[in-house]
């Protein structure tokens, strides 16, 4: 039975195939396994050649770099393009290593906890050219670090956990759950190259749509947090003309509106159609308030030392939209 969907964004990154190899290899049963990959590609990359995989077992789309909006909107693609109702989904970046196993043990550890339930951190890391995997019984627990331009950004501290542990927020790179979770709180569009907010928008939607954030008590998935082998999205800056600024800021705007991280008097000289668009689909829901989420994760404590007129009229005015 193909039941876990693997979602994958990449940019560029020579990783992808050594990742699906490593997840497929180690798998107790990777006959369950589906990947979903969105990748975005230059002419002069490698070819993704995934021909050891069984037809079934995956679904790529390659698309020019020059494509390329983010990582946030890339999973919007994957999941409204590639999945397909299966069971389970779990999503990882594009340089990920895996323990023997690791499917039967995020099974088992998701079926110990709520259907609503996500579990999800940031991963321990892995050596580029090493087969080695950290041997450690801790794992990496997130937490608020600071607020970084407006929007709070994450970090973590090292613990020893016996079970799954509740936790205030999410990672993008890790996340493990239900697929059905995501026709609650659905990836959003209308994030084009929004990078530092997604972690803490989708933390605040799933907190307000009762989806519980977990910690997993055992190191399953590695990432390579190195980027210097690679190349970053953000080198399309110099290609577009302006337009990949603008994007951001519609995204860093629609971020504060879903947030209420301003009053709604920040956006009157702006007329931008995308940052109030499908807000009942792609916004906060209603099972809990976004003020209760502040609280209980400390953000609250820090948004008072943001000035978010101040800081959204000098992007607005350094590009010239007014």
Not at 72 to 90: G, P
Not at 261 to 281: A, P, S
Not at 283 to 297: D, F, W
């Amino acid at each position: 039975m193909l039941d876990i969907f693997i979602s994958i964004a990449c940019y560029r990154d020579p990783e992808i195939v050594p990742t699906i190899k490593d997840a497929f290899e180690k798998a107790l049963n990777p006959r369950r396994l589906v990947f979903g990959v969105y990748a975005q590609m230059a002419e002069e990359d490698s070819k993704i050649d995934l021909s050891f995989l069984p037809e079934d077992q995956v679904r790529l789309m390659v698309k020019s770099h020059t494509r390329a909006r983010g990582p946030a909107y890339a999973r919007y693609i994957i999941y409204e393009r590639l999945y397909r109702n299966e069971l389970y989904y779990l999503q990882i970046d594009s340089h990920s290593r895996f323990v023997e196993g690791w499917d039967e043990q995020l099974v088992e550890m998701l079926s110990s906890l709520r259907a609503n339930s996500v579990i999800s951190t940031y991963p321990k890391g892995y050596q580029l050219g090493s087969d080695r995997l950290p041997q450690t019984g801790k794992v990496n627990v997130l937490k608020l670090k600071k607020i970084r331009a407006g929007v709070p950004v994450l970090t973590s501290y090292v613990d020893e956990l016996d079970r799954p542990q509740r936790n205030m927020f999410w990672a993008a790179g890790f996340s493990f759950c239900y697929g059905a979770i995501f026709k609650v709180v659905p990836f959003d569009k209308n994030l084009k190259n929004l990078f530092w907010g997604e972690e803490f928008l989708m933390s605040l939607r799933f907190f307000t749509h009762n989806v519980r954030v977990y910690t997993p008590h055992k190191n399953v998935v590695f990432t390579l947090w190195s980027r210097n082998y690679r190349h970053t999205f953000w080198e399309l800056k110099d290609q577009m003309n302006g337009r990949f600024e603008v994007h951001g800021l519609v995204s860093f705007l629609r971020l504060c509106k879903i947030g209420k991280l301003c009053g709604d008097e920040v956006f009157e000289k702006i007329d931008v159609e995308q940052i109030t668009e499908d807000l009942e689909r792609y916004g906060c829901g209603n099972k809990k308030s976004v003020e209760e989420y502040y609280e209980r994760s400390g953000i609250g404590n820090l948004l008072g030392e943001e000035n978010y007129r101040k800081l959204i009229d000098r992007i607005y005015f350094s590009l010239k939209l007014n």
